[in-house]
Each structure stands twice: as C-alpha cells, then as structure tokens.
C-alpha cells in the first residue's frame, strides 16, 4: 500500500462546477500537510498547505483529518485554468526535506 | 530572480549507459533534492543535500548517485541504465533543511528516455 493514495481520476466537470479531492495517508505521525499544482509536462508548484483547522484561498479550500488521516482539496467555481493534475503531499517528523507524493488527481474542467 | 534551473531539458541514452543532470538551485538555497517521477505518478523522492552533504536517501539502487557543490548547484548520476529510469527527474531547492518546513521549489525536469 502506497503512503499516500489519490483517487487518479480523471474527474471531468464543466466550468463553475465545485469539485472536491481526497487524499488518505498511512503513516500516522506525518506532521505537514499540502496540495500540489502539477500542469502538463511542467513542474509540481505548491498550491496551499493545509491545516487541522482547515484553510481557505480563493476558490479553493484544504481540509485535514488527523484521526481519519485524510486531508481534501475543494474548488469552487472551476475556471478551466484549473485544468491540472492535483498532488496530495505529506511530509514526516524529522525529514523535512523528504516530500512524499501521492499519484495525483488529474481535473479536466469542460466549457 | 531565476528560479531553480536544471539541465539538459530532454535526454534520450539507452539501457546500460550513464547519465548525469544537473541542477542549479534558486539564488540563497542552500538544499537540493532530487525526484524522480514516472508517466502516471506523483514524484517520488531521490536524495537530499544540504550544505554538500547528503542529508536523505529514497528507496533507490547504488546506481543513483548525486552530489552538491560548493555553490550548491548539484548533479545527479545514474549508472547502468534501464528501460526503467525513463522519467521525469525533477530538483528542487529550499533555504534550509532543518526545523520546519520550507517550501522547495521545483526546477523544469530532465525528460530522460532509455532505449
């Protein structure tokens, strides 16, 4: 079993759809929690981090479980330039420099 | 500012060659970590240096290599290649390594193919 699992959709929606993301993670002592933003054929660039007491920017919202161990990512009002594959990323105590991916989760947003 | 910029951008070799990229962190970064990400997966981690020295290792054979510089640009090595290590080699930079996380920035990739 993968440390960090995604759903690898593809999820496909039409523009101004709220589409929602999760993400489950095994190890119970991973401390730090983000979303990566990955466009095609380009580098992973960090969308927001996330916390217990969940965070907002914009159209997007994190949330994060500890006791389920499962964090989410919702996109409100999907703008086609959301059209990108969504990285759920977990780092461990004592290993800051090790960020541990999950597959990722491609959205297609439709006109 | 340039960001984090590696080369060369594509690479093709085939099985049993050696390859080395390279990477130049942003201005001020002193750690480097290097991912390796193949077609239909999330990047998975290769090493880390900090200040010229390796401070973690993934779960990756002796045939991968890396070291850092003195001006902390790095390079990654990898020998005797296989079909398999055809992927998107990704580095990273960060300020630090210690204590709480600091964000690492992604350079464009090295697109190796083996043939």
């Known amino acids: 079993r993968k440390e960090v699992e995604q759903d690898p959709g593809p999820f496909n929606v039409p523009e101004g759809a709220t589409v929602a993301f999760n993400c489950t993670y095994s190890?119970?002592?991973?401390?730090?929690f983000f979303w990566y933003r990955q466009d095609c054929r380009k580098e992973p660039k960090l969308l927001m981090s996330?916390?217990?007491s969940g965070n907002e920017d914009g159209r997007f919202t994190a949330q994060l479980n500890r006791a389920s161990q499962y964090i989410s990512l919702l996109i409100r009002d999907s703008k086609l330039s959301d059209s990108a594959t969504y990285l759920c990323v977990v780092i461990r105590p004592g290993n800051t420099g090790k960020l541990i991916f999950g597959q990722g989760t491609t959205l297609q947003v439709k006109p | 500012d340039a960001g984090v910029t590696q080369s060369p951008t594509h690479l093709i070799k085939t099985r049993g060659q050696h390859v080395t990229l390279r990477c130049s962190p942003i201005?001020?970064?002193?750690?480097v970590s290097w991912y390796q990400q193949v077609l239909g997966q999330g990047p998975q981690f290769i090493f880390q240096y900090y200040e010229k020295e390796e401070r973690g290792r993934g779960n990756f054979p002796d045939r991968f290599s890396a070291r850092q510089f003195p001006n902390y640009s790095s390079e990654l090595n990898v020998n005797a290649l296989l079909l398999g290590d055809s992927a998107l080699y990704l580095c990273?930079?960060?300020?630090?390594?210690?204590?709480?996380?600091?964000?690492?920035?992604f350079g464009p990739g090295t697109r190796l193919t083996v043939l």
């Open positions: 990273a930079s960060s300020f630090s390594r210690a204590g709480s996380y600091n964000e690492q920035f």
């Open positions: 996330v916390y217990s």
């Open positions: 201005s001020g970064h002193k750690s």
């Open positions: 190890n119970s002592a991973s401390q730090s």
